[in-house]
């Protein structure tokens, strides 16, 4: 059973919702696909929807796009801003799959207008943001919960990279996932067994490359002055009311920061959310100011593909155009107008217009453009891989620019005219040179399984229009979802286990910098979502218990067994799983001998037990000490009490070390683990009705103050009938102390205590109360460690 079926049977079950996490481009959405598939397939009369609940407008509309587009049979309606633009009585009764903002969907709720009872399924795109007073949130805690047991639909919810969580503590993340799946009442569905091998292989040890370079500085003052033109006008369609939909660009640090860096932008959302913008637009000016604005977002990309000459023979026509048609306008329309001509002379592009009248463009001349910065770096790579010797796959925009492509690669000598050719669809006759494909088909269409098919050796993903954008909510892309799937892996059955192509993007160095910051996010993210699916807090007193007594005190507090937990830990440090080699003694006892590779040399560990599991736990358990005695275990596993129970205490040293892995075990030399990222101790006091931890007695005092703590002390007398004691007092404060013996004090006292409280309020209401789905820790937190593959089905479809 793959990753994807078994993220569907967990859906399936009665009582079970569920959040899924995989690292940005490698399928993440084709779990949810998959889920969404199978849902509208055993879908009744009275629940006839699956509803995808989105962050913000533009993820709306690509998602629905998306939808669309892999074929799954339904009739998918695309829902944001005001709830007057839609006739939803209409709408509900002909879609099958709505996609819709939280906020838009909370308000329809709250009216009357739809009943999440009619939905077989909840999708939470991007569920992290299910915390405070967010639409997501609300409609989830005052909505669903109250919807009887059996009418209820399911959730599934997905976690993305939140990069502006780089700055939080490992501990704090980790409390944000515990919180999350607490309030849902959902499981983590994290790959496991092979497929968590698989998975941390592609991430570890990829065979993607990037192809970083930086723009010319025409190319880059026409984006600049582009880019500041057309939201300068959007801004004019929100002072006058004529656009309900929200802003184009998310997320700029600076305002300056949205002009220099535009490649972060997420141009495939800005595309539709102009688009969506003109079909619900009744204004003649809203209307002209936003087919305008869609040419200026085409000039941009003809910019960063082709060239300055080539953008500026898209935008002074359309910039002479739209100053015609603005110029004949009504009296009511000249505020309007005037607004217009104050943002085109503070945008500064007359000066690039100006000259570009005086020189001419490149058709005046009859000759090609000269090079864009881009078309260098391809012309370049495809010597490099020496294209007349192998089948190599250029992805462009669309097929008007596969065919500029193609010509500028002729024109350059990298390709020849009988072996170059633009493909795009049936079967690929060409087995050597260079093939020009679409985004569109290698996204939807199924060109990847034809290349494959075909060995072809390399793949560039040119097309700079879904490369890695931060500017954002989705941190995937299209380039990040093709090429992550496709590079080492063979997708054809007809030639199982061959190697798959070497897959390149071409990115600025703006966005391989950002890329860096999106892996750091993913693996931070997948992190704290295995420590909270292996326990969370007794998980963390377990491995202290083994940095202050060692391996020869079994733990109560390792909830998974320590050679699945060990095996989890390798994968995420260094990609490589441990080893066991498990043997018979001549006695009765059984030997084991766990390998690891987290070192520059390998390291073993030996252990023996009654059974062979029980001889391959108790090798695993000295590992497990032995990195967490080091400090190791701290690269991966980041929290302050790990860190601090480090800090504090002295290393073993090797003669120590060696007693410790065993007899006849290696001594671990040369520690190689990442760098270790210090994060600073403070005091904690618990709310024990909330479950958060706070930093002083002040905070504390604050938070006991907030409308949520007085809620949550409410909600629990109704649920336990009384009084909740101690609800205003703070519950086992955990200091941060120094030393073997202090810590030890604390790890008896405080965190004892700590272990046995509820983390959430609703972790205690599902222990009392009957209404709430009836699931044990052990199945919250636990999936089977059978999992057969990951990427099963992950070439099926798009991202």
């Not at 501990?171 to 983590?188: C, E, F, P, T, Y």
């Not at 698989?198 to 190319?219: K, M």
């Not at 220099?260 to 959302?269: A, R, S």
């Amino acid at each position: 059973m793959g990753y994807i079926q078994q993220v569907s049977s967990l859906v399936d079950t009665p009582t079970t919702n569920e959040l899924v996490f995989l690292p940005t481009g490698l399928g993440q959405m084709q779990v949810v696909d998959h889920v969404i598939g199978a849902a509208l397939r055993t879908r009744t009369a009275l629940r006839p929807h699956v509803v995808f609940c989105a962050v913000r407008p533009g993820q709306v509309l690509s998602q629905a796009t998306r939808l669309r587009e892999i074929g799954l049979g339904a009739e998918v309606g695309a829902y944001c801003g005001g709830d007057f633009l839609y006739d939803f009585g209409k709408e509900f009764k002909e879609k099958d799959v709505l996609v819709i903002t939280a906020g838009l969907l909370m308000r329809l709720v709250k009216l009357g207008v739809y009943s999440l009872e009619r939905a077989k399924l909840l999708v939470l795109h991007d569920a992290i943001y299910t915390t405070r007073n967010h639409p997501m949130n609300t409609l989830v805690r005052e909505y669903y919960w109250k919807i009887p047991l059996e009418e209820r639909p399911k959730i599934l919810g997905t976690l993305a990279p939140q990069l502006h969580a780089l700055i939080r503590p490992f501990d704090k993340l980790r409390q944000s996932v515990r919180k999350l799946a607490h309030g849902l009442q959902a499981g983590i569905a994290l790959p496991a067994g092979r497929a968590l091998e698989s998975l941390s292989a592609r991430i570890h040890r990829s065979g993607l490359v990037f192809e970083a370079y930086d723009t010319y500085p025409e190319e880059q003052d026409l984006i600049m002055a582009t880019v500041r033109h057309f939201l300068a006008l959007w801004d004019v369609l929100f002072k006058f009311n004529l656009n309900p939909f929200g802003r184009l660009i998310h997320f700029p640090k600076t305002e300056e920061d949205v002009l220099v860096n535009p490649f972060q932008h997420d141009w495939e959302q800005v595309e539709l959310m102009v688009l969506h913008s003109m079909e619900y637009c009744d204004s003649r000016i809203g209307k002209i100011i936003m087919q305008h604005v869609q040419k200026c977002v085409d000039a941009v990309l003809v910019t960063m593909s082709v060239g300055h000459q080539a953008g500026m023979s898209v935008l002074r026509p359309a910039v002479e155009d739209f100053l015609l048609a603005v110029a004949s306008h009504t009296e009511d329309e000249t505020a309007i107008v005037n607004e217009i001509r104050a943002s085109i002379q503070s945008a500064d592009l007359e000066k690039h217009i100006d000259k570009e009248r005086r020189f001419g463009g490149f058709e005046a001349l009859g000759s090609l453009p000269p090079p864009s910065s881009r078309q260098t770096v391809l012309v370049s790579l495809l010597q490099k891989v020496n294209a007349r010797g192998n089948l190599v796959c250029v992805v462009a925009r669309h097929e008007m620019e596969a065919y500029e492509l193609r010509r500028a690669c002729l024109a350059s000598g990298v390709s020849q005219e009988d072996q170059s050719i633009v493909w795009t669809n049936g079967a690929l006759a060409l087995s050597t040179g260079t093939v020009f494909v679409t985004e569109h088909s290698m996204v939807f269409e199924g060109a990847r399984r034809e290349l494959l098919r075909t060995c072809c050796s390399h793949v560039i993903w040119f097309s700079p229009r879904s490369v890695i954008h931060t500017s954002g909510f989705d941190m995937d892309s299209n380039a990040l979802s093709v090429m992550r799937q496709m590079c080492g892996v063979a997708d054809s059955g007809d030639t199982p286990g061959v190697p798959g192509p070497r897959c390149h993007i071409i990115a600025t160095s703006s966005q391989v910098s950002q890329w860096a910051e999106i892996s750091k996010a993913d693996q931070q993210l997948l992190a704290a979502s295995e420590f909270v699916v292996a326990g969370d807090a007794s998980l963390e007193e377990g491995l202290l218990q083994l940095r202050t007594k060692g391996a020869s005190s079994m733990s109560e507090h390792l909830l998974p067994s320590p050679s699945s937990l060990l095996h989890t830990l390798c994968c995420g440090m260094c990609g490589i799983p441990p080893s066991f080699n498990v043997y018979a003694t001549p006695g009765e006892l059984w030997q084991a001998e766990a390998t690891l590779a987290v070192t520059e040399e390998e390291a073993s560990f030996v252990g023996q037990g009654v059974s062979a599991q029980e001889a391959r736990d108790a090798s695993a358990l000295r590992a497990l000490s032995f990195l967490t005695t080091s400090g190791l275990i701290t690269a991966y596993w980041k929290t302050t009490a790990l860190d601090n129970s480090f800090k504090s205490g002295r290393v073993l040293d090797t003669h120590s070390l060696s007693a410790d892995c065993g007899v006849g075990a290696k001594s671990p030399f040369n520690l190689s683990g990442p760098k270790l990222f210090a994060q600073s101790a403070s005091e904690r006091l618990i709310c024990s009705v909330c479950g958060i931890a706070t930093t002083s007695e002040a905070h504390l005092t604050e938070h006991q103050k907030g409308r949520r703590h007085k809620k949550n002390v409410e909600r629990l007398t109704q649920q336990l009938g009384g009084r909740v004691p101690n609800a205003d007092r703070p519950q086992a404060p955990s200091r941060t102390m120094h030393g073997r013996d202090q810590q030890q004090d604390s790890l008896e006292g405080a965190g004892s205590i700590v272990a046995g409280l509820p983390s959430t309020l609703s972790d205690l209401a599902r222990m009392t109360s009957r209404d709430l789905p009836n699931r044990q820790p052990s199945d919250l937190w636990h999936l089977p460690s059978s999992i057969s593959s990951l990427l099963d089905d992950f070439h099926a479809s798009p991202r």
